[in-house]
């Protein structure tokens, strides 16, 4: 039997879920493979043409003046400032040139120095830098993950609503272990209090099927566990025979019960059956150990704890997450080994990136706070470990690499002010970009930029081009806007994201708004 | 003025956390003052009875229409009745509880609590070391984690005929499969089984007995399927709706010790409290140094402590009160705080009347200006005012000012009605906690509302003129109360819907038995339709 021949005898529906699957591989073997092959191999070769879909989010708001919606400017924090101090510009401190904060040019890209770690990535990537993140953290994370539309934060998620990864894993995951794994806590930072966002509100794991549901990924450690636990619980014979009994448990107890607590358990149920029912082919005890892809990686032990720090007074409550570079690391083993396909990349530090200072400080320090370290270690040096071996990692055997198939979108929820009053200079604000990279996307590409004067991003046309009614340098506006001119947003970040997946607009589940930007796609 | 400039301008506007209004309709519209002084309640009749001439009680409130009982919540609820099944989901703690108290056997894993320890976090439990929140509902990662613990636990139990297995022989049963069937259904969920339970009870270890190494490891499997029964699982065991009689009544048992204590009821309390009242044996719990562990656990949580002594300090103080009977009110007018010993000890006579607002564990995790964290978590944690920054909130706010936030009809004075004087308030507090009374340049901190919302309903020097009217709001009793429902259902209270009678009885009970929180247990307990599968 075929894959269209299952998929018409289960139904005809598109909606197969992880059970069916597993429920049609355990009776039949996996189409076309023997039956020992193993799920994780055999995956790969039925669901088509494989997609995987990486976020790379940097938490907290990124200094994006200075990252990838460059623009020169003085710097008024190094003395010697004319300006009123509303008007007063600070800037990292760096070596100016000609008097100006530089913007360097490498290929067809102009960046700042936050970037300047990512140049050899460029060829690989499309930049956009007329961007607008928002200025509320909690909201602006939400709709990163959610799309734009509106949407009360506190109100109950419908059963339209997907997060991008949930959408994707919708259309893509039926057949995998664990489609979702995200490293991300969206109250962690306790900007709103999580006894306010009962189950089901604001960030909910269980949109969608239940194979889409977000699996936190947490640390190596729980990792093994978990797929220990799914291990030590799956197979054949005596554990399937307890596993029938709590099914039928399970299946009287749930029969005629609606609600929230319930609709989690039977999430829960029906994931846990996936997982026991597909997961041993993994070894737990030898992954995410492997020396070679660990100095790759450059992961030290600390790197795999979780941290819990307090930043900017907000509570030390943790996203559970291992530093980046065990995220990228596990993230690679987890695609690799076909266990999963989407995975959301998080700065470990709650608010790592959210860095507010006063003017003393900044004229103190002779500029703003530099995100360079930050921004190298959280971001630009794990990527470019989990870049390189995805490119020279073969697809099983396409002739293509897992980077052929893999896009990736790295992100912030907001970039910094310039400036402001006396108690915070470097605030949070809406000019901010974002990049694409991956098999699909336009390489070596940059649409949009920041105007020198109007600090703002100077919206585009939908092929990309400035809307020719604002001064290509300044930002001013000359004429008539452009009716069909835009800033990309959270929304149009979730909509190319999946586009660049192939899933067209029309078939994105979720209710975002944003409409994808065509032209990053090859 | 160029965009930038215009931006820079805002200052105070853009570097919120916490901003304007989701557009609850009935959004910060407190009235004017009362006077300073905490409310003293009134000395009703319980409960909201009637008087001696046999007329209603008049329901008892403050003076001002924000400080009575909503008079549009009097009347009868007329919409679609609630049918959802609600039941919570065992946490980390009662689930260690109820396998630690069933198997009786510390070495698990090799030793229970460093093995539940190990799982914790696909358990999702709170150490305040790794993890600091509390998964509220099943989740796959804890059924796999259950798995193993169903596995070990079972094996060890059935190998050493300890805990379910104790007194029995797996290998030759004494009365025949049936009978020990049985006594596992008993042991373990705490109930006889039915008899189709039975029968697919035994059928199930006549079909592992040939693909198990023994005897004991068939028995062990069926121990592992009721480990991870329903029954085992949820707080109140869903089989409530099947049985009768003394296993009815030790299901609501198990709902009310785990709900309370956090733990199975034991033998002794089985027996003692049999026939009693829900009222009677919630009393019971309440009085259980587990009832005031447990709750002191959920107040850490919900305070975001990371259990140090300074930020469990809130804590402390929601725990005192609940265990002692002081006036609800405390939590935000207390002028003395608690220590490790759960006495009440004084504090110095800056905090004023200010319970949790000016503890450096509450303040730290809250920045003050330019930020709005505090005020917006001061808001939303006791008063429940949530705020959220819509896209269309966000829209207006690109061209606010400072000033203009708090300008009356301005799209910001929504929300910064409140949250701008109520920062001004807490300015002698810095973010670290600690008292000051000059700023960084020496100049004198003026710690008043500056009068700049003229119908600012808290006016006044410092955090003690918010809080001493604060409670006298019924927001601030709704709030208090669903904080005690998100800790005993899991969920908040529909007030304004068909569960409005019971916020009554809640709202008559503070108010006859002087905000005593444990009376408001009682209530829930007792009130809440469905609560013990009633």
């Known amino acids: 039997m075929k894959r269209r021949e299952f998929l018409a005898a289960v139904s005809g529906s598109y909606a197969i879920g992880m059970l069916d699957w597993m429920r049609y591989f355990r009776q039949n073997g996996v189409p076309g493979t023997a039956r020992s092959l193993g799920l994780a191999e055999a995956a790969a070769q039925v669901v088509g043409q494989p997609r995987f879909l990486i976020y790379w989010f940097n938490e907290g708001g990124w200094d994006g003046y200075s990252m990838l919606n460059p623009v020169a400017t003085r710097n008024d924090a190094l003395g010697g400032a004319t300006a009123a101090p509303l008007d007063q510009i600070y800037r990292p401190n760096i070596a100016l040139v000609n008097g100006l904060y530089p913007v360097s040019t490498s290929g067809n890209i102009k960046y700042g120095h936050l970037a300047g770690s990512g140049t050899s990535l460029f060829p690989d990537m499309a930049v956009v830098s007329s961007h607008h993140g928002g200025t509320f953290h909690s909201g602006s994370r939400l709709q990163y993950h959610m799309g734009k539309y509106d949407m009360t934060f506190s109100a109950k998620r419908g059963p339209d609503e997907r997060s991008v990864m949930q959408a994707f894993c919708e259309a893509y995951g039926s057949a995998y272990f664990m489609p979702h794994i995200s490293w991300h806590n969206w109250l962690a930072d306790g900007e709103l209090s999580s006894a306010d966002y009962p189950e089901g509100t604001g960030y909910y794991e269980k949109l969608g099927p239940a194979y889409a549901n977000t699996i936190y990924g947490s640390t190596p450690t729980v990792m093994r566990q978990r797929i220990a636990s799914v291990a030590a619980a799956s197979g054949a014979g005596r554990d399937k025979e307890i596993h029938k009994f709590v099914e039928n448990l399970n299946t009287n107890f749930l029969k005629d019960k609606h609600g929230t607590t319930t609709q989690a358990f039977a999430a829960a149920v029906q994931a846990h059956a996936a997982l026991v029912s597909g997961g041993a082919t993994l070894n737990p005890s030898t992954m995410f150990t492997d020396a070679t892809l660990r100095t790759e990686f450059n992961v030290k032990t600390a790197d795999e704890q979780t941290t819990s720090t307090a930043v900017n007074g907000n509570p030390a409550r943790s996203k559970n997450s291992p530093n980046t570079n065990v995220q990228a690391l596990m993230t690679y083993e987890l695609m690799t080994k076909g266990a999963s396909i989407a995975f959301w990349i998080e700065s470990r530090d709650v608010r790592g990136f959210d860095s507010h200072r006063s003017r003393a400080n900044v004229l103190s320090n002779k500029g703003q706070y530099d995100q360079k370290n930050q921004i190298d270690v959280n971001m630009w040096t794990p990527l470019k470990a989990l870049v390189a071996r995805l490119k020279s990692t073969q697809y099983a055997a396409t002739g293509k690499s897992y980077f052929d198939y893999t896009t990736i979108v790295l992100a912030s929820e907001m970039g910094r002010s310039m400036g402001g009053g006396d108690d915070d200079v470097c605030q949070h604000w809406n000019p901010s970009s974002v990049a694409f990279m991956g098999g699909a996307v336009k390489g070596g590409t940059q649409f949009g930029a920041v105007g020198t004067t109007s600090l703002d991003a100077i919206p585009t046309m939908p092929d990309g081009t400035l809307d020719p009614a604002y001064d290509a340098t300044t930002g001013a506006l000359k004429g008539t806007k452009s009716a069909s001119s835009f800033v990309s947003d959270a929304g149009s970040v979730y909509a190319t994201a999946l586009d660049l997946c192939g899933i067209s607009k029309a078939n994105q589940k979720g209710k975002n708004l944003g409409t994808p930007l065509a032209f990053v796609k090859k | ?534």
């Not at chain 2, 975001?304 to 939590?331: C, F, H, K």
């Open chain 2, 1 to 534: 003025m160029s965009p930038h400039r215009n931006l820079l301008g805002l200052v105070l506007g853009v570097a919120v956390a916490a901003a304007c209004s989701s557009g609850n309709p009935d959004a910060l519209n407190a009235g004017g003052t009362s006077g300073a002084t905490p409310p003293t309640p009134p000395g009703t009749g319980d409960d909201g009875g009637t008087t001696a001439e046999g007329g209603p009680t008049p329901i008892p409130g403050g003076t001002l229409a924000d400080e009575q009982f909503p008079p549009e919540l009097l009347g009868p609820y007329t919409g679609p009745p609630n049918t959802d099944y609600e039941n919570t989901f065992v946490s980390y703690l009662q689930l260690k509880a109820r396998v630690t108290q069933l198997f009786a056997d510390t070495g698990i894993g090799g030793g229970t609590e460093a093995y539940f320890a190990t799982k914790i976090a696909l358990l999702g439990g709170a150490d305040f070391k790794t993890t600091f929140s509390e998964a509220r509902v099943a989740s796959p990662d804890f059924l796999v984690a259950l798995d193993g613990v169903a596995k070990d636990s079972c094996a060890r139990a059935a190998t050493n005929k300890t805990g379910p297995f104790a007194g029995s022989d797996p290998a030759n049963p004494a009365g025949g499969d049936t009978a020990l069937a049985t006594t596992l259904y008993q042991k373990l969920l705490l109930r006889a089984p039915l008899a189709q339970e039975v029968t697919d009870a035994v059928a199930l270890v006549t079909t592992l007995k040939p693909i198990s190494p023994d005897a004991a490891s068939a028995w062990a499997g069926l121990c592992e399927g009721l480990v991870r029964h329903p029954d085992f699982l949820f707080t109140l065991p869903p089989s409530v709706a099947v049985v009768t009689g003394a296993d009815k009544e030790r299901m609501q048992l198990v709902k009310l010790a785990l709900d309370l204590s956090g733990r199975l009821p034991s033998d002794a309390e089985i027996t003692s409290l049999a026939g009693k009242s829900v009222v009677e044996k919630v009393t019971h719990y309440i009085g259980t140094p587990e009832f005031r562990d447990f709750y002191y656990h959920r107040a850490q949580v919900r305070t975001e402590s990371v259990r140090t002594p300074e930020s469990s300090e809130p804590a402390r103080l929601w725990t005192y009160l609940m265990i002692n009977g002081a006036p609800m009110q405390d939590v935000l007018t207390a002028d003395y705080s608690v220590d490790a010993q759960w006495n009440k000890i004084t504090r110095g006579p800056e905090h004023g009347k200010s319970g949790v607002l000016t503890m450096p564990g509450f303040i730290k995790t809250k920045p003050g200006l330019p930020h709005y964290n505090y005020a917006a978590r001061v808001m939303t944690d006791y008063m429940g005012q949530l705020f959220e920054i819509t896209p269309a909130i966000l829209a207006g706010r690109i061209s606010a000012t400072a000033g203009s936030t708090v300008e009356p009809g301005s799209l910001c004075v929504t929300c910064h009605g409140i949250l701008t004087p109520l920062e001004f308030q807490r300015l002698k507090w810095a973010d670290d906690g600690t008292y000051r009374t000059t700023d960084l340049t020496g100049a004198t901190i003026d710690d008043s509302d500056k009068g700049v919302v003229p119908d600012y309903p808290f006016k006044g020097a410092g955090m003690e003129a918010f809080s001493t009217v604060a409670v006298r709001k019924e927001k601030f009793f709704r709030q208090t109360f669903q904080a005690q429902f998100l800790f005993f259902l899991g969920r908040q209270m529909r007030y304004s819907e068909d569960e409005r009678v019971l916020y009554l009885a809640l709202w008559n009970a503070a108010w006859s038995k002087q905000g005593d929180l444990r009376e408001i247990v009682k209530v829930i307990a007792a009130g809440v339709p469905g609560y013990l599968g009633n």
